[in-house]
Nanobody, 114 residues
């Protein structure tokens, strides 16, 4: 089992920035992909960004504004979100994938509003 603990959500004005963190613990394998998904009210959960051992992947809607990074020594993934827009408002979920298994965090609310 893998446990994921997210932090860093909150309320921010349009154009502002937030940084999300997600720390993984438990049965950590070297082969894994960590990432962030988000789900807005009434919409499906969609991929925001993920990162394994190669280049990160980003949703088109966040390219150039969001940056995903990871610290393997700490089993932690980060999502730096800049130039936030109201349409970025959602619950953001951390995801950990390894060897065909998916694990999810409980989610952290990000609200972009003036």
């Amino acid at each position: 089992q893998v446990q994921l603990v997210e932090s860093g959500g909150g309320l921010v004005q349009p154009g502002g920035s937030l940084r999300l963190s997600c720390a993984a613990s438990g049965s950590i394998f070297s082969i894994n992909v960590m990432g962030w998904y988000r789900q807005a009210p009434g919409k499906e959960r969609i991929l925001v960004a993920n990162i394994g051992n190669s280049r990160p992947n980003y949703a088109d809607s966040v390219k150039g504004r969001f940056t995903i990074s990871r610290d393997n020594a700490k089993n932690t993934v980060y999502l730096q979100m800049n130039s936030l827009k109201p349409e970025d408002t959602a619950v953001y979920y951390c995801n950990y994938w390894t060897l065909g298994k998916n694990y999810w965090g409980r989610g952290t609310q990000v609200t972009v509003s003036s």
